[in-house]
């Protein structure tokens, strides 16, 4: 199983730092956000209505900037499925290079126990 996701640099997702010498670049966070949307895809269809994946791991090199205005495909590829843990190649390619590659590990979740548990950890945090 695997799924993309494209993402075109702009304003919304560049570094902010740029200034006359740092050239406007894809950052690093939306980048592997947009990584982990693509395995999150690659699974879901295979998902019950009370089940999602949540991120567990992540390694991922970022080798190459991506200046505005190009396209990033982000892939994902299912490498192996260990009960509720699947873990992924991931990579990202900007039609030039590839700018990113790397291990990603999802953990399928009942989401009625999870939001449980959050509302668990909420309601002591405001004790």
Same mark, same amino acid.
């Given at each position: 199983?695997?799924?993309? &996701? *494209?993402?075109?640099v %702009?304003?919304?997702?560049?570094?902010?730092?740029?200034?006359e010498?740092?050239?406007a670049v894809?950052s690093?966070?939306?980048?592997?956000a947009?990584?982990e949307?693509a395995a *999150?895809n690659?699974?879901?269809?295979c998902?019950s209505?009370?089940?999602?994946s949540?991120?567990?791991?992540?390694?991922? &090199?970022?080798l190459?900037? !991506?200046? &505005? %205005?190009?396209?990033?495909?982000?892939r994902?590829? !299912?490498?192996?499925a260990?009960?509720? !843990?699947?873990?992924?190649?991931?990579?990202a390619?900007d %039609?030039? &290079?590839? !700018?990113a590659?790397g291990l990603?590990?999802?953990?399928?979740?009942?989401v009625? *126990?999870?939001? *449980?548990r959050?509302?668990r950890?909420?309601?002591?945090?405001?004790?």
């Amino acid at each position: 199983m695997s799924a993309e &996701e *494209r993402i075109i640099v %702009g304003p919304s997702n560049r570094i902010v730092f740029t200034d006359e010498r740092m050239p406007a670049v894809l950052s690093t966070p939306w980048l592997i956000a947009h990584l982990e949307y693509a395995a *999150r895809n690659a699974i879901a269809p295979c998902l019950s209505a009370d089940e999602r994946s949540v991120g567990t791991f992540l390694e991922v &090199e970022h080798l190459a900037p !991506v200046p &505005e %205005g190009l396209t990033v495909v982000c892939r994902a590829r !299912v490498i192996l499925a260990d009960g509720p !843990v699947v873990t992924f190649q991931i990579e990202a390619h900007d %039609g030039f &290079e590839v !700018v990113a590659k790397g291990l990603h590990r999802r953990r399928v979740i009942d989401v009625d *126990r999870f939001a *449980r548990r959050v509302a668990r950890k909420k309601a002591a945090a405001t004790d």
